[in-house]
């Protein structure tokens, strides 16, 4: 028998592994102001692997438009500095030791309007990644009424019940959108 729960479970956490992902994916879209978090996509290759810069110091954002970064090695500066700068952030770092300024420029209206659409993408991957789990779920439904492990009423049932957990998912990835556009939008 085809247990309800264990679908609804399973809708759930991949759909809130989607939900991280696009929410892990705005963090590295740039609005007006400077973000710790910024930084976290890049990654440095030292000590023979790829490490991400929380590993290797620490970062903060003394002023609104500016990201410090306190290296804790001084061998490691060079090749922070040098992801940073390849990262495609657009960021231009400045070395003073072993600390990394990374001055934010201001964003001009057509590098927001590109960013939006960015982040318009990025919601639009995470509803479709939503909608495959969801007609991956009502399959296994359909598959278990088909065998009769299920009545027809209850896969009804269950597909309605499913059904409300994607919707409730699609809300909130176009509530997260708009938060993200109007974040980049203001100024």
């Known amino acids: 028998m085809v247990e309800l729960n264990a679908l609804r479970t399973e809708a759930k956490e991949r759909t809130g592994q989607t939900i991280e992902v696009l929410k892990n994916e705005f963090v590295g879209l740039r609005t007006g102001r400077a973000s710790i978090n910024m930084l976290d996509p890049v990654r440095v290759d030292v000590y023979g692997s790829l ?4 590993q290797l110091a620490s970062v903060s954002t003394p002023e609104p438009q500016m990201i410090s970064v306190s290296v804790w090695d001084n061998s490691t500066v060079g090749k922070i500095e040098k992801a940073i700068r390849e990262s495609g952030l657009g960021l231009n770092p400045q070395v003073d030791g072993t600390l990394i300024r990374l001055r934010l420029p ?3 209206e057509e590098r927001r309007k590109e960013l ?4 318009k993408e990025y919601a639009e991957n995470a509803q479709v990644a939503c909608r495959n789990i ?5 399959q296994k439904i359909k598959k278990a009424e088909a065998e ?3 009545s027809e009423d209850d896969q009804k049932h269950f597909s309605e019940d499913v059904q409300k957990i994607f919707d409730e998912r699609s809300s909130e990835i ?3 959108a708009k938060k993200k556009e109007s974040d980049i939008l203001s100024v």
């Open 174 to 176: 176009t509530e997260m």
């Open 134 to 138: 969801r007609q991956d779920i009502m």
């Open 106 to 108: 201001p964003l001009t």
């Open 148 to 150: 009769k492990l299920i």
């Open 51 to 54: 490490m991400p810069i929380s």
């Open 116 to 119: 939006v659409k960015v982040a």
